[in-house]
């Protein structure tokens, strides 16, 4: 039974997994393309939004930190950083191998480690996201070559991946207070989204 204390909490999870599920639906659009004469801050600030493989990893990394270690903002505060260190090289030209694969597999991995509340020390937590992150920074890097100002376009989708963590790490912790086995739900959907990934690349 759900506790009357907690309505907001308790709709969270079934809110969470839904659109997790949904993002299956949408895989031939993960990447949605911009007008690149209006690429700029705003742009960049939604461009993590605009690819739902994005999106499911940065939440299901913030929630997956906030429920496994006390130095919760080291995974997180690595993805965005390496993020953007993918994202300047992308702009800048340098070619990555198997960026789509790769990404499919983080979304496999870090599903894997919130469905399984994998407890790695936070150097090794911070490590595996952070490789990961390149790749997702290069896909975006090439998507915003083109940005009209590629400063405020990078600022924009670094701090648009800064919220989308904030919003990964509140879901965390109301999933701490409600169930673990949610997070363990939306760690298996977003894992198999990965999978989904990966077989439609093969």
Same mark, same amino acid.
């Given at each position: 039974?759900?506790?009357?204390?907690?309505?907001?909490?308790?709709?969270?999870?079934?809110?969470?997994?839904?659109?997790?599920?949904?993002?299956?639906?949408?895989?031939?659009?993960?990447?949605?393309?911009?007008?690149?004469?209006?690429?700029?801050?705003?742009?960049?600030?939604?461009?993590?939004?605009?690819?739902?493989?994005?999106?499911?990893?940065?939440?299901?990394?913030?929630?997956?930190?906030?429920?496994?270690?006390?130095?919760?903002?080291?995974?997180?505060?690595?993805?965005?950083?390496?993020?953007?260190?993918?994202?300047?090289?992308?702009?800048?030209?340098?070619?990555?191998?198997?960026?789509?694969?790769?990404?499919?597999?983080?979304?496999?991995?870090?599903?894997?480690?919130?469905?399984?509340?994998?407890?790695?020390?936070?150097?090794?937590?911070?490590?595996?996201?952070?490789?990961?992150?390149?790749?997702?920074?290069?896909?975006?890097?090439?998507?915003?070559?083109?940005?009209?100002?590629? =400063?405020?376009?990078?600022?924009?989708? =670094?701090?648009?991946?800064?919220?989308?963590?904030?919003?990964?790490?509140?879901?965390?912790?109301?999933?701490?207070?409600?169930?673990?086995?949610?997070?363990?739900?939306?760690?298996?959907?977003?894992?198999?989204?990965?999978?989904?990934?990966?077989?439609?690349?093969?």
């Amino acid at each position: 039974m759900i506790p009357d204390s907690h309505p907001v909490s308790a709709r969270l999870p079934s809110v969470l997994v839904a659109c997790v599920l949904l993002l299956g639906s949408s895989l031939a659009s993960a990447h949605v393309g911009h007008d690149h004469g209006e690429l700029g801050f705003l742009a960049g600030f939604f461009h993590p939004f605009s690819g739902l493989d994005h999106l499911a990893a940065m939440l299901a990394v913030g929630i997956w930190s906030a429920m496994t270690t006390r130095r919760f903002w080291v995974a997180p505060l690595s993805f965005a950083s390496l993020l953007l260190v993918g994202a300047v090289l992308g702009v800048a030209g340098v070619a990555f191998p198997a960026v789509e694969p790769m990404i499919a597999v983080s979304l496999l991995v870090i599903g894997l480690l919130l469905a399984a509340q994998a407890r790695l020390p936070a150097l090794a937590g911070g490590s595996i996201v952070g490789l990961f992150a390149i790749f997702h920074g290069a896909a975006h890097g090439v998507e915003l070559a083109e940005a009209g100002n590629i =400063v405020a376009a990078l600022a924009g989708m =670094v701090l648009g991946t800064a919220l989308i963590h904030l919003g990964g790490l509140g879901l965390g912790r109301a999933l701490m207070r409600f169930s673990v086995t949610w997070a363990r739900v939306v760690g298996g959907a977003v894992s198999a989204l990965g999978l989904g990934l990966l077989a439609g690349l093969v």
